[in-house]
């Protein structure tokens, strides 16, 4: 019998952070999770105190020794013709082709290289006929990835780094975050050879390798988020770019796989369309984050709840957002909230002066207005758009609000002008997006 604190450990470890079923390379056979604890559990009763000798964190001690023992492999991979199934690695069943092929060449470098015994692939690994181990998955799949020893990426259309562009593993929607998860990745080229000279393609410091920036001209994400990317519901307007132009065969997978770059868990529901996916995605972002980015979006609004126009139909919806000045944020926990009557938002009001040049004719329109603030010492904010009301010298019109394809503008009377320019004096302007058309 071993240490009570190591059983705890080993107990937990093995029942919330490994997948589901792991493959045994020794036997090439899968073992679910209570298999997987009866084969390791003589590794962790010969654990001792001597083992456990640190000097700050017990239970980091712990959970070192216990990864140590359990490490794995994961694949991260476009599937191709002829995957092998679960049903034919339970049964024993092999067969010839690419995605046969695939399997063993993955479990070959992940034990000679790695001295992994234990691997999980996703065309092999889940039991996709049981709804519940499949949600499991989906669900969890961020931190499988993340805890793997090792992560093989393989590019099936790439021999060369400058071939990233055209290859399809940087335009599918589950591979996002099978780049930003693991802790150690290598990439390989469609020959099995290494990309890089690195036994691990993201522990060196970004200068030193040259495979990091070409991920990040192909991807627009950052070398530190690549290096050390840390989940969570903040700057989702930039982490939604990531994804908008990925592609996934469910359509609902869009707002599946971003599951855990956000740290938020929705119910899977396949058949509900992917705006109600998404839609549920962005509300869950809402109900634990206060950052105002979730809501910095131009585009196709969701056509769910018909009460709001508030939410994004699509990743894509974050392509091009309009900056905000995020210097006007506070620490005071913003409040976002979806109710029958639609978006509840608490907003920060602050004194500002539009300040716009007069365009004659009286009716013409122009695209963009400045405003200044005085309190926040902001002397040029410009917002862009297909069109603005002008603000008229003279009329019947003057000061009055008018309508626009993209915004409504609304403002007090004018109070003065200075030459040829407009100064309107606001406790605040509202601005409201509307679809054009």
Known sequence: MGLRDVEDAFNRYIFDEVP????YLPQMKLLDRDSLK?????HMDHITEADLNHPIDRSAAIGGKIREQLKYGILSHRWLSLEPSFQDIMSGKTLDGPGWDKLREFCRVANKVYGVELVWSDTCCIDKTSSSELDE????MFRWYRNAHICIAYLAETTSVHQFHNDEWF???WTLQELLAPRKIRFFRKDWIPLTNYTIDKDRPAADQPILDIITEVTSISSQDLQAFVPGPFQVDTRMVWAADRKT???EDVAYSLMGIFDVSIPIAYGEGAQRAFFRLVEAIMQ????PGVLNWAGKPAQIHRLSTAFPSAPACYLGHPHYD?????DEKREFALTNRGLRIQLLVIPIDLVTRLIPPATSIQDRATFRCNAFKINGLTIDGPSFPVLERTGTNRGKQESCPSEIVHCLPIDTIEGDTVICKNSSFCLQRLEEG
């Not at 009866?38 to 003589?42: G, S």
């Open 20 to 23: 589901v079923r792991l493959l």
């Open 171 to 173: 335009t599918r929607g």
């Open 288 to 291: 634990v984050s206060n950052e």
């Open 38 to 42: 009866r084969l390791y559990q003589p």
């Open 326 to 330: 995020r210097s006007l944020a506070t």
């Open 249 to 251: 065969t469910r359509s």
């Open 137 to 140: 998955s989906l669900r969890c």
